[in-house]
């Protein structure tokens, strides 16, 4: 299967240094100022109304990075988590008024779940159903906007946790999202299966991919190339699927040097 072109996630200030890069060949975006807990809790409307502007003319897939400080999905409390879901459907409202139809959310669950599951034998399935009716009104919204809800690995060390808490609610807007640098850090700190398994046990439900190098210890957001990440296999492994992820890179700083990090995977025969 031949994968799409990269897509990028922006902050405002990053579209204006991209922008021919992004427009020329409709590169997807996934735009992430919103996942700041002041700015998603106030008054969105006037940086909505500057990309809606700076937008024009870009015709490719859009999507947001949600909220994400603070914000456990499997907390027990429903009265928190009904905080919860009024930062996402807030979230789905901004990605409704950008045309976007993906919003990444992050997994809770950690190294410590993996260590003491069977120390705590309930403790598994009560995550999976907290996180279940915590994303139930969120994904009923996603429906009505056609947003797809992508479940992020944080510090996941197993990942057949993420797959079965997406099997089980089995919502056709719930798909699995993998950063990669997330994945290797989870690899080189905690004894994690390395990058390209986590590809293959997401399979058919991996919807979403952030692209970041890293190099085992900390989470850098560094460009492909940079770290330790396996690219060509990574990039075969995700030219197995069946359907391709949305592939968005995401990386921290020097944006303006993106276009010639796709360029020398492009001269590698990775990506486009």
Request: hydrophobic share 45%; net charge negative.
């Amino acid at each position: 299967m031949s994968l799409p072109l990269l897509g990028v996630a922006i902050k405002r200030s990053d579209l204006d240094v991209l922008r021919d890069w992004i427009f020329e060949p409709n590169r997807a975006i996934e735009i992430q100022d919103f996942v700041m807990p002041d700015l998603i809790a106030g008054d969105c409307a006037p940086l909505i109304a500057d990309y809606q502007a700076a937008l024009a003319g870009h015709e490719g897939p859009r999507g947001i990075h949600g909220p994400f400080f603070g914000l456990d999905l499997s907390n027990p409390d429903a009265e928190i988590r009904a905080v919860i879901q009024q930062r996402l459907l807030k979230g789905l409202e901004i990605a409704e008024a950008l045309g976007g139809s993906h919003m990444v959310v992050h997994s809770p669950f950690t190294y410590w779940h993996l260590l003491n599951r069977d120390n705590y034998p309930d403790l598994h399935d009560s995550m999976i159903e907290a996180i279940a009716a915590c994303l139930d009104p969120v994904l009923a919204r996603a429906g009505d906007i056609g947003c797809i809800v992508m479940l992020e690995n944080i510090d996941d060390t197993d990942p057949r946790h993420r797959r079965e808490a997406v099997e089980r609610i089995d919502h056709p807007n719930l798909k699995l999202s993998l950063d990669t640098g997330h994945a290797e850090l989870a690899h080189g700190c905690y004894g994690a299966p390395p990058v390209v398994d986590f590809i293959a046990q997401a399979g058919g439900l991996l919807g979403h991919v952030h692209l970041q190098d890293a190099d085992g210890w900390a989470d850098r957001h560094w460009h492909p190339g940079e770290g330790r990440v396996p690219w060509p296999a990574v990039f075969a492994a995700l030219g197995r699927l069946e359907q391709s992820p949305r592939l968005i890179l995401e990386v921290r700083g020097r944006l303006g040097q993106l276009p010639a990090t796709v360029a020398a995977l492009k001269e590698r025969g990775l990506a486009c």
